[in-house]
């Protein structure tokens, strides 16, 4: 069998989740594993998730960071992404891998809606015509797909409603889905709630504007949606190359140490932007874009590059800043180093959240020095005229903040890994991880 990891997205669904989770009992018999990542509920999900799933995580609200968070974290060759309030048909490992054999890439399944309304069968006799002459699938019929190619079309977008949607189009361009007859069973719990007709005419409507160009978060908010707030992410990191990357730890490390190390440090990163799907994510990579590890990344997992220029870290953090203000004026912006691994998808959520109501924020690090700057609008002053790599960065920063009006938010304080005790403290946190 296809080794196989179902992700499943949870928010709010303690009432029924256990009888969920609990029916996933004879796959995770037969060695698939199950990863519940619940996007930040309020009435006991997780703990109720633990009793049954091999594996709980958290990760800001939304289907896109929440399955990016779970495949990040998964381990099989094939990740299913099943919604929490739809039940699998018997032996759905089996006709996986029966399809994963015969070549397929990426599938689903058809699918059942259960409801009150007499012509909810004839919605899913049509959904699944439809997906099966376009080749493109919903969240509802149990999307599966080989994780390496999943992780080369970079996961799901960081988009608030049709991630499902346009992951299905990507992937076309890959191969044509395998459509397996066997049908899932989805909750029409918005078809009953909301009017059979209202519901049908609406998904109508966004399906139509979506096709036509609209903006994603503006059709969230029709379909009853609370968008989280979104900003772009910078990531500047280093090639791993020994006796260059992360000097300070090679008394500890030696330099081919010290080089996997911070190989290791931007992978992490780059997950955490991953699931934390603000935002486009884009890596800015000294000395250049051409090493083979960035390439690597971007043949891999479709990350953006860009080459730093050259220039203290002042230059360079300024130069992102006012590449990406001079292309995206409206979305805010993260910049992020490689030199903090205990930064989580919540870290960034939390930024991107203060930029809703402050012109700039920071993740202070313990050195005196910040681990992440946000920004809403573009402040060049605030790279101007600073003592990099002092304990007087965060300070000046904020002076210089201050001197132009700005407002901004500090958040609590992290710590980089830049010397021995840090990476100590690092292997030790790791440990009890």
Not at 264 to 275: D, H, K, P, S, Y
Not at 377 to 395: D, H, I, K, M, N
């Amino acid at each position: 069998m296809t080794a196989l990891s179902i992700v499943m997205p949870a928010l709010n669904e303690a009432a029924t989740l256990a009888a969920r989770l609990q029916a996933l009992a004879p796959w995770r018999a037969r060695g698939a594993e199950l990863i519940v990542v619940d996007g930040g509920s309020t009435d006991g999900t997780p703990a109720v998730a633990q009793a049954h799933a091999d594996r709980v995580l958290q990760a800001p609200r939304g289907r896109a960071s929440q399955l990016n968070a779970g495949a990040c974290a998964a381990r099989g060759e094939v990740l299913l992404f099943l919604h929490a309030d739809t039940k699998l048909p018997p032996e759905a490992d089996r006709r996986i891998h029966e399809a994963m054999v015969a070549g397929h890439d990426w599938g689903r399944f058809d699918v059942r809606i259960e409801g009150r309304h007499p012509l909810l069968p004839l919605v899913a006799g049509l959904m699944n015509l439809r997906s099966r002459w376009s080749g493109i699938a919903t969240g509802d019929q149990a999307i599966f797909v080989r994780r390496r190619v999943f992780e080369a079309l970079g996961g799901c977008a960081p988009l608030p409603l049709m991630e499902d949607i346009d992951l299905s189009q990507r992937l076309l361009r890959v191969g044509p889905p395998a459509c397996l007859r066997e049908r899932v069973l989805t909750a029409g719990r918005r078809w009953d709630q909301h009017g059979f007709w209202r519901t049908v005419l609406l998904m109508w409507r966004l399906r139509a504007a979506w096709a036509l160009g609209a903006d994603a978060e503006h059709l969230a908010r029709r379909y009853g949606y609370a968008p989280r707030a979104s900003a772009a992410v910078a990531v500047l990191a280093k090639a791993p190359v020994p006796g260059l990357a992360k000097t300070r730890l090679m008394p500890a490390l030696g330099a081919a140490g010290a080089a996997r190390a911070q190989r290791g440090f931007a992978l992490q990163t780059l997950a955490t932007a991953r699931a934390a799907s603000t935002g486009a994510l884009t890596l800015w990579c000294a000395p250049d874009a051409g090493h083979r590890f960035f390439r690597a990344l971007q043949q891999r997992h479709g990350v953006a590059l860009v080459s730093q220029p050259q220039g203290d870290l002042g230059h360079r953090m300024a130069t992102v800043m006012a590449t990406h203000f001079a292309h995206t004026p409206q979305r805010a912006l993260l910049i992020v180093g490689t030199d903090c691994p205990v930064l989580t998808p919540a870290h960034l959520q939390q930024a991107a959240d203060a930029l809703q109501s402050h012109d700039a924020v920071l993740i202070p690090a313990e050195d005196g020095g910040y681990v992440l700057i946000g920004l809403r609008r573009p402040l060049p002053e605030v790279f101007e005229g600073v003592e990099w790599s002092t304990r007087r960065v965060l300070a000046q920063t904020e002076a210089r903040l201050h001197a132009v009006g700005a407002s901004w938010q500090v958040l609590p304080a992290l710590w980089d890994v830049d010397e021995p005790a840090d990476w100590r403290r690092w292997q030790a946190l790791r440990s009890l991880r």
